[in-house]
């Protein structure tokens, strides 16, 4: 049996393949438990989780406070401007308090440093809700949809085209721990960083599958199955717009790039979207899997809340992943 009870979860870098696996698994059970079978399952009752965010969210926040309150539990929503985080008291100090009153945090912030400061302080188990250079939560929310969709994982092939950002540096450790194909097609200058590209070369190279980065997005999506993006402005670089869209030029998604991806494709994007990386022809395609994916943002945070917390044992039959 996997415990990950106490353990944070600020990146896949941290878990085995068999420990992600028991987050897709449980995912998979709680969705079936509680949506389907409709049963009342409240294991966290009297537990809650704070969830720092200085940044927006829609889904990242809903789905942490509606997936806690499902499982019995309560979360508390500290915005920017209700807490005194980072603005008139230490990481340090805060996470020391959070601890004392709550039995996870979840938080969203700027650098990664500061989650890492929080984890490292606070004697609860700290979530990451997103940082400048991962986002671990939707990589499992992205996979869970796979999973639903193909009914395996392993020697899938995955085209990410677009920004070298959270998102892509997290599916990146993602699909290396769990045998996926990962081509990536960033323009120049936005590629992943590369601490993360080095040791994807390596984790790599131990493996059978493939991994490969240009900057030639037909060449990325060449016989892919699953086709990925995300925004080219993330949160924080606004300023950088006008820059960001005329060197992202060639890079949407679009029926046309598509041509070279596998008949079964399928299209994934965390949300929110904006037009420019992606056509509305391909957004709302019907292999376009994306509101699938926002809702599984859900039963996956809960799975890693009930994780950290306590043991579990699906009642699903392991999937083959
Ligand atoms: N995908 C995602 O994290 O969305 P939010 O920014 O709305 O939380
Ligand atoms: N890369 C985006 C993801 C939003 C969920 C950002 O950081 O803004």
Redesign the pocket.
């Known amino acids: 049996p996997i415990s990950l009870v106490g353990r944070d979860f600020l990146t896949l870098r941290d878990f085995s393949k068999a420990e992600i696996q028991q987050l897709l698994w449980t995912s998979l059970c709680l969705k079936d438990r509680i949506k389907n079978k409709k049963e009342s399952f409240r294991p966290l009752i009297g537990k809650s989780v704070s969830m720092i965010f200085q940044?927006r969210?829609t889904?990242?926040r809903l789905s942490t406070e509606s997936g806690m309150v499902l499982l019995g539990g309560h979360a508390a929503f500290l915005g920017p401007s209700d807490v005194h985080l980072g603005v008139n008291e230490t990481i340090r100090d805060s996470a020391r308090v959070l601890s004392r009153m709550t039995d996870i945090i979840l938080a969203r912030v700027y650098a990664h440093s500061d989650v890492e400061e929080l984890a490292d302080e606070a004697s609860v188990p700290v979530i990451s809700g997103?940082s400048?250079k991962f986002?671990p939560l939707?990589c499992l929310a992205d996979f869970v949809t796979l999973q639903e969709h193909y009914g395996y994982l392993y020697g899938l092939k995955i085209a990410y085209v677009g920004?070298g950002?959270?998102?892509l540096h997290s599916l990146m450790y993602g699909c290396a721990k769990l045998g996926i194909d990962l081509s990536i097609a960033t323009p120049a200058g936005y590629e992943p960083d590369p601490d993360v590209t080095q040791e994807l070369i390596r984790m790599y190279k131990q493996k059978k599958t493939q991994f490969c980065m240009t900057s030639d997005p037909l060449e990325a999506v060449y016989r892919a199955d699953v086709i990925v993006t995300?925004?080219w402005?993330?949160?924080?670089?606004e300023e950088e717009k006008t820059k960001r869209l005329k060197d992202f030029a060639g890079y949407q998604i679009d029926r046309n790039m598509l041509k070279e991806a596998n008949a079964n494709w399928t299209f994934l994007h965390?949300?929110?979207r904006k037009q420019e990386e992606v056509t509305d022809d391909i957004f709302n395609d019907k292999n376009s899997l994306v509101w699938q994916e926002a809702e599984n943002r859900k039963w996956t945070v809960m799975a890693v809340m009930l994780h950290v917390l306590q043991d579990y044992s699906p009642l699903l039959p392991k999937p083959k992943f």
């Open positions: 940044k969210s889904r990242t997103l400048d986002h939707q920004d950002n959270n998102i995300d925004t402005v993330s949160m924080g670089q965390c949300l929110p």
